[in-house]
């Protein structure tokens, strides 16, 4: 039972942290097993959002029992970097990672060890500069503020992109559900 437990890797961009707490409390109200206890953020005042090396060796150093979770890592902007960068060393070291959201990671190639990726953009140009992560992503329609998407993404309405060139009328909260649920919360 231990191994189904999930916990959160929060990698915001660089930001002021509220942007990260409204975030926070947003996923709150849409996944039941998130809480301060099983969430960690990475902000400009232990790491670089960039920074996957060191996210990855602080989560190992202070965070050891981890292994024995299911770990979700969602990055934003810059901190999809550091996402995918600790998420595959995470991964290859033996952990668990559920899945990857990566909100507006502008040109960071979606390669993973093995576990799905989902990109979220806040309009279509942004969606086109991806690299991997081609089945289930969203993109906002209309577009919404970059800062925005992170920050008060509780009402964004877009499109979500099943696979290349078939996509749906969804907002984020239910493109959000689905990539959670389907990885097991």
Not at 9 to 37: A, K, M, Q, R, V
Not at 53 to 75: D, M
Not at 95 to 114: C, E, H, M, Q, R
């Amino acid at each position: 039972m231990l191994s189904n437990l999930s916990f959160y890797i929060i990698c915001g961009g660089f930001h002021p942290h509220y942007f990260n707490i409204n975030f926070f409390n947003y996923l709150t109200t849409i996944i039941n097993d998130i809480s301060p206890e099983n969430t960690i953020f990475i902000t400009g005042d232990n790491f670089q959002p960039y920074d996957g090396l060191n996210i990855y060796k602080y989560i190992l150093k202070n965070k050891a029992e981890l292994f024995k979770y299911n770990l979700t890592f969602i990055g934003f902007s810059a901190g999809v970097v550091g996402s995918i960068i600790a998420g595959n060393l995470w991964k290859k070291k033996g952990g668990k990672v559920n899945t990857l959201l990566a909100f507006d990671g502008w040109g960071v190639p979606l390669i993973s060890s093995n576990f799905p990726c989902y990109r979220i953009s806040h309009d279509y140009a942004t969606h086109l500069i991806y690299l991997g992560g081609e089945k289930n992503a969203f993109y906002a329609f209309p577009p919404v503020p970059h800062l925005k998407l992170w920050s008060y993404p509780e009402n964004i309405q877009g499109y979500w992109e099943i696979t290349s060139g078939i996509k749906k009328r969804a907002n984020l909260t239910d493109f959000i559900k689905f990539c959670l649920k389907k990885d097991g919360h």
